[in-house]
């Protein structure tokens, strides 16, 4: 499978922990894009990440969340001391190139649920 | 920053019948205009897309359309069949401003045999 992989797709965790999404993008792909859906709604911007750099973080919440793209591995969002607003599907994008006008294809998203 | 608006929120139409959707976008400097098919407890997939030197494009049964004097662009599904019940979300980004996606609030688009 060459598509965008993220796991868990499933998450649960208690207010307070932490929570971390992982997102591999597609090969040959190296712009990270993470976007966050609440129920019955459109998908709203997050982050853009390169390899080891953060692009635009313009639709990050200031507080609690974090992302990186390392130089090995999978990008990662992170989810400190979570509450039950954070509960929703988190999509992860990936395109080759990272300019404005270029296909973004998404994987099946980590569906987040806080208890 | 960038707003898109997506109409109607749910569309019935009949197995063959056409099925339209419209959006509108407030940057006149939005220059990428994709369309993504969502099914249920998945991620968006595109379908289609359009940039802003370009007025129609067509893929089989797909087509969108862009009036960028107006700031509206449409997905057209003719002859439609069951499996294209999904929900649709139309999106604009700026090419100077990299590859964020606004997205419109989607269409839940039920086909009925």
């Known amino acids: 499978n060459a598509g965008v992989m993220q796991n868990p797709r499933h998450l649960v965790r208690r207010r307070g922990q932490e929570a971390r999404l992982r997102c591999s993008p597609m090969k040959g792909h190296s712009h990270v894009y993470w976007y966050r859906q609440l129920p019955e709604e459109g998908l709203k911007f997050m982050v853009y990440?390169?390899?080891?750099?953060?692009?635009?973080e313009s639709g990050m919440p200031k507080e609690r969340f974090s992302a990186e793209f390392p130089k090995e591995g999978p990008s990662i969002l992170r989810i400190q001391q979570v509450v039950r607003g954070d509960s929703a599907a988190y999509f992860c994008?990936?395109?080759?190139?990272?300019?404005?006008?270029?296909?973004?294809?998404f994987g099946d998203g980590t569906r987040l649920s806080i208890l | 920053g960038e707003n898109v608006e997506q109409h109607p929120s749910t569309l019935s139409v009949q197995e063959g019948d056409s099925a339209v959707i419209k959006c509108t976008y407030s940057?006149?400097?939005?220059?990428?205009f994709p369309w993504y098919k969502q099914e249920l407890g998945k991620g968006p997939q595109l379908i289609i897309d359009i940039r802003s030197n370009v007025g129609e494009k067509k893929d089989q049964r797909i087509a969108v359309t862009l009036n960028k004097t107006a700031k509206h662009f449409s997905l057209h599904i003719t002859e439609t069949q069951p499996e294209d019940s999904a929900v649709y979300f139309c999106?604009?980004?700026?090419?100077?401003?990299?590859?964020?996606?606004?997205f419109g609030g989607g269409t839940r688009v039920l086909v009925k045999p």
């Open positions: 999106a604009a980004s700026i090419r100077a401003a990299g590859n964020k996606l606004t």
């Open positions: 990440l390169q390899k080891e750099n953060i692009i635009d």
């Open positions: 994008a990936s395109s080759r190139i990272g300019q404005g006008d270029q296909p973004q294809h």
């Open positions: 940057d006149s400097a939005s220059n990428y």
